[in-house]
């Protein structure tokens, strides 16, 4: 039983830790600009705004953070089906 606890333990130090390295990822900007447009993404690989001749896109921000969202849950899924995710980094928790 005290096994499980250092295991819930240290599960939510890595959570922390995930959390912690995520808010100092999104404050990372990248902006690049190409004849009238104007793309911004963060550190987390989000979408922080599209602009078009200085007008911002936000049906366009919704929708390709959206696009983001499904393709790295069906990447996830994947790596999970072949061995990969979470649980091959941190070698097993369980």
């Known amino acids: 039983m005290f096994d499980k606890f ?14 912690k390295l995520q808010d100092e990822l999104s404050q990372i900007t990248h902006s690049e600009e190409d004849g009238e447009y104007r793309v911004t993404v963060d550190g987390t690989q989000s979408i922080v705004s599209v602009t078009k001749d200085g007008e911002e896109q936000e049906k366009l921000v919704k929708l ?29 928790l369980g």
């Open 64 to 92: 390709l953070n959206k696009t983001m969202k499904e393709i790295q849950k069906k990447s996830a899924k994947k790596m999970m089906e072949t061995g990969g995710g979470l649980s091959g980094l941190l070698g097993g």
């Open 6 to 19: 250092k295991q819930a333990q240290k599960l939510m130090q890595l959570r922390a830790q995930a959390k």
